[in-house]
C-alpha cells in the first residue's frame, strides 16, 4: 500500500478539484490550527502537515502529534470564502465539531471497516478488549468581530492516528490511544483517508442541521455511565443523547435529566 502525503496526493483527491480550499501541505508545523489562524487569503483552507511539533488540544492541552504516520489537518472556512460554500454564523460554531467528529467517524467506516465512536462533544475512540481507545481528537477555533459578532472564519483541526504503531506513542498515553492500523493491523493511504473526510466534512456543511444531528446521534457512546462538574460539583449520570442544539443530555443518578453544553465528561 503506497502511503506519500503530498500536495498533489491532496489536491487530485479532493471532489471539485480543489475549487473550494486552497490546499497547504507542509511536511513539519508547530500546529496547522496555527497555520490556518494565520492565513490571509479570501478562500477557504485545508492546511495538512506529515508531524507538528507542537499539536494544540482542547482546554490548553498538548496533542501528540510528531510522528508521520498520522493526519494532522486544519479546515479554514472563511466567512468571505468561495462561492457555493456556506457562511458561518455565530451560531453555527459548535456545529463544526459535531460536522468533523461524525465526518472521521463514517470515512473510517466506509475505508476500513472500522467503527469509531464519539465521546462528545468530539473524541473518536474504539471500543477494544481492553476498553475505549482514542483514535481522533478536534479542535475548533473561531474568530468573531466584537462589534458585529460576525464570524471572520471557523476553523476546525482534526489529528488521526492512522498508521501508527504502539511503539509510536509516548509513554504516559500508550495504553489509552490506538490507531487504525493497530486495530486492523492494515496499513493505509493517509490521502485517501484525509480527502474522505474533507469531502464528507464539506458536504455536510451544506446539509440540513437534522441529517447531522441524526448521523451524530448514531455514532454517539449512549447509556454510558460518566461523571462530569457543573457549577463546581462532579455529578454522575448516563448519556442519553443529544439537543438539537448539540449539547448533550443526561439521566442523573436521581432520574433528574440535565443538559451539558460545554466542559468534558469523563466515563466511569
Ligand atoms: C483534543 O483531542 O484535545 C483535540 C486535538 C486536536 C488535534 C488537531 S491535529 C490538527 C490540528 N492542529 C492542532 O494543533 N490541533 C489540531
Known sequence: MSDILNEYEITSRLKNKNLEYDVIFKKLTDSTNNDAKK?????NLLVVAERQTSGKGRYGRDFYSD????????????NCGASGMPRPAIGDITFFPLIAAVSVSQAASSLCNIDLYIKWPNDLLYKSDSGYKKLCGILTEASIEA???DVSYVITGIG?????????????????????KIISGKKYNRADILCEIV???????????????????????IG????????????????????????LIVTLENGEETIIQ????NFV
Open 39 to 43: 492565513y490571509n487569503g479570501k478562500n
Open 67 to 78: 510522528n508521520s504516520n498520522g493526519i494532522y489537518f486544519t479546515i479554514r472556512i472563511n
Open 147 to 149: 462589534e458585529t459578532r
Open 160 to 180: 488521526l492516528n492512522v498508521n501508527n504503531d504502539t511503539e509510536d506513542f509516548p509513554e504516559d498515553i500508550k495504553n489509552k490511544v490506538s490507531s487504525l
Open 199 to 221: 469531502n464528507i466534512f464539506t458536504q455536510f456543511l451544506r446539509m440540513p442541521r437534522e441529517i447531522l444531528l441524526d448521523e451524530y446521534n448514531k455514532k454517539l457512546l
Open 224 to 247: 454510558v455511565d460518566i461523571s462530569f462538574a457543573k457549577n463546581g460539583r462532579i455529578f454522575t449520570g448516563k448519556t442519553m443523547g443529544i439537543t438539537k442544539t448539540g449539547n
Open 262 to 265: 460545554s466542559g468534558e465528561i
